[in-house]
């Protein structure tokens, strides 16, 4: 999916990635990940409406989808092994690329906000875990009780991870829901930014990280190019640098937009077996999404097209 290339403002956000299909979502939960994102989506736009910045849009977009417990990341974050959420979240601003990222969070009620805060307070782009909780509350981040991220639909998740694997099952399928949120935007200057957040993946250990905090694989941001946001498979968007591959082929081939996102999602992602979708917003104004997988929780609008909600591949 993309739009012509527009003078105006844009925005584009996901909510996660995967086997989704219209006989595997029921009416009801259909319906409630389409408000959830439409919720979202309507609260970036009133920043880029009122003449905010892209960066000040992407964080209020995705701190929409962190407080929505239908999606990965915040409330309704995944469990690891041990019965933790520990959250990572990235953001990054395209016009002087700085980035602020934290990984393993385990208090703070919106990691996009301490993201932002590292970028901003900070001489560093990503800290983790003791580090980043501390640094949240010596700037003032709001915190929350842990049991606030907790959801029963992911306990059962990592419950069921367990039976599985004590009855010699596989647990891990790429191809399954990848539950990270994300957003992009392009605001009236021209300025772009993105920005990420998930809960990572059920039953994850030792202390693994994905893609959504590593400024160029999961999150990137650059006002030559392009602003990224990614889901799927996060190890193999690691490997490729995913979104700075699609930043590099805009500036260095002179690629449209949607042209370098279907190259790297379509074929470099799938020719290391990688699963997952990106959301764009190009320096030229054009905006969209690539996935190879059977759907995508995402939706876009812009200051010349009205609001897309969509789930499924064949969508938008």
């Not at 990270?180 to 030792?206: F, I, P, Q, Y």
């Not at 992602?269 to 999404?289: E, M, N, R, T, Y």
């Amino acid at each position: 999916m993309t739009n012509q290339p527009t003078p105006g403002w844009a925005l584009v956000i996901h909510g996660g990635c995967g086997r989704m299909t219209r006989a595997g979502i029921d009416a009801e939960h259909d319906a409630g990940y389409r408000a959830g994102l439409a919720a979202a989506l309507t609260a970036g736009r009133a920043v880029l409406e009122a003449g905010g910045s892209a960066v000040d849009a992407v964080e209020a977009a995705v701190r929409a989808l962190e407080d929505d417990p239908r999606f990965n990341a915040g409330r309704g974050a995944v469990f690891t092994a041990e019965g933790h959420n520990e959250l990572d979240a990235a953001i990054m601003d395209g016009a002087t690329r700085a980035a602020g990222a934290v990984a393993g969070v385990t208090r703070t009620k919106n990691p996009v906000s301490l993201a932002r805060a590292v970028m901003a307070h900070s001489p560093h782009v990503l800290l983790a875990r003791e580090g980043a909780d501390r640094f949240a509350v010596e700037h003032g981040v709001e915190q929350i009780d842990p049991g606030w991220f907790r959801v029963d639909e992911r306990w059962q998740a990592l419950e069921a991870m367990k039976a599985a694997a004590a009855a010699g099952e596989s647990v891990f399928d790429k191809s399954l829901k990848y539950g990270t949120v994300g957003a992009v935007a392009r605001d009236a200057a021209g300025h772009l930014a993105a920005a990420t957040s998930t809960g990572g993946l059920t039953g994850k250990r030792w202390g693994r990280i994905g893609d959504s905090p590593l400024i160029g694989a999961g999150t990137w941001a650059d006002d030559r190019a392009v602003a990224i946001s990614a889901t799927g498979s996060g190890e193999d968007f690691i490997r490729l640098a995913a979104a700075h591959e699609i930043g590099a082929r805009i500036r260095m081939l002179g690629e449209r937009p949607q042209d370098a996102a279907d190259i790297v999602v379509q074929h470099e992602l799938k020719a290391v077996d990688g699963d997952g979708g990106v959301i764009f917003v190009g320096a030229d104004g054009s905006f969209g999404w690539s996935l190879n997988t059977l759907g995508m929780f995402r939706a876009a609008v812009s200051s010349t097209s009205n609001p897309i909600v969509a789930i499924y591949d064949d969508e938008g």
